[in-house]
């Protein structure tokens, strides 16, 4: 029973036990279907980042993604995955960015999901906020008329990835 038990967690929640190998070809799969075929020079899971869901270094083509992300539906890593991808090719949060990032069907759940999931590991912890998948990307200066952030279906703040 405890077997089909954890069999069943796994089916579930695959990058559980992944390795680099994997998310790397996770990535790629995600980069083909969202961002052009765009390629990172790697990608892997680290300990150190507390902070943010991943990071990208656009100079050396490096993905990171932070290990708290590993319990997480697969659908939310994605979302990760294509945000970080999306720096490859728009380094910061401008329009051309979100809509690359936006390619990805359940951006916006993903958010949600995370705004959730954040709150349920500040739980018992005092930390300041995070940005968005915890990038520190600039953010382009709000135009007038600019509808670069503005409301949700929901009617919550919509957020710039």
């Known amino acids: 029973m405890i077997d089909s038990l954890v069999q069943r967690v796994l089916t579930h929640r695959p990058n559980a036990t992944s390795g680099d190998r994997e998310l790397t070809k996770r990535t790629n799969a995600l980069a083909d279907l969202f961002v052009n075929g765009v390629r990172p020079s790697s990608v892997r899971w680290v300990s150190n980042q507390q902070r943010r869901w991943g990071s990208c270094t ?77 990038c520190d990307a600039p953010r382009p200066k709000k135009e007038q008329g600019s509808k670069t952030r503005g409301r949700s279906k929901t009617g919550r703040q919509a957020r710039l990835f």
């Open 58 to 134: 656009p100079s050396t083509r490096e993905i990171r993604i932070s290990e708290r992300l590993r319990p997480v539906p697969s659908w939310v890593l994605d979302a990760v995955l294509v945000h970080e991808l999306a720096h490859l090719v728009e380094e910061g949060h401008t329009r051309r960015f979100e809509a690359l990032a936006r390619r990805y069907p359940r951006m916006e759940d993903a958010d949600v999901f995370l705004d959730g999931y954040n709150l349920g590991l500040e739980q018992g912890e005092a930390s300041e906020s995070r940005e968005p998948f915890g």
